[in-house]
């Protein structure tokens, strides 16, 4: 592969709707609060902490608990490799997309 090539690999993972929605959030971002993932997506605290869990286990998705006031605060980032299988969906998806709308060979049966 050249470089800034990104090899398209559809990921199992990452397709869900929810984890989707929830990784290109992410790869938009450097870090983002819980907080604020969970009003974007609408998610109950359960749902989006165990999607957050399920990436991190992958090593598609690192978190980050702190004190702020007194509150316990997560954040989150994506890693490097999250970012690699991110794009690389994505760049399955669009050839996906490709393939469909590119005519035909032949006459039609």
Do not use: C
């Not at 398209?8 to 993972?13: G, M, P, T, V």
């Not at 690389?88 to 996906?96: D, E, M, R, Y």
Request: aromatic content about 6%.
């Amino acid at each position: 592969m050249g470089a800034g090539m990104t090899q398209a690999r559809f990921d199992e993972l990452i397709h869900p709707i929810t984890r989707l929605s929830l990784v290109a959030t992410l790869a938009a971002a450097d870090w983002a609060e819980f907080a604020f993932l969970k009003d974007r997506l609408q998610l109950s605290d359960s749902a989006l902490s165990k999607q957050l869990t399920t990436l991190e286990e992958a090593g598609y998705v690192t978190t980050e608990r702190r004190l702020s006031g007194g509150r316990r605060k997560v954040r989150a980032r994506l890693t490097s490799a999250g970012r690699d299988a991110f794009n690389g969906h994505i760049a399955a998806l669009q050839a996906v997309v490709a393939d469909a709308a590119a005519p035909s060979e032949g006459p039609p049966a």
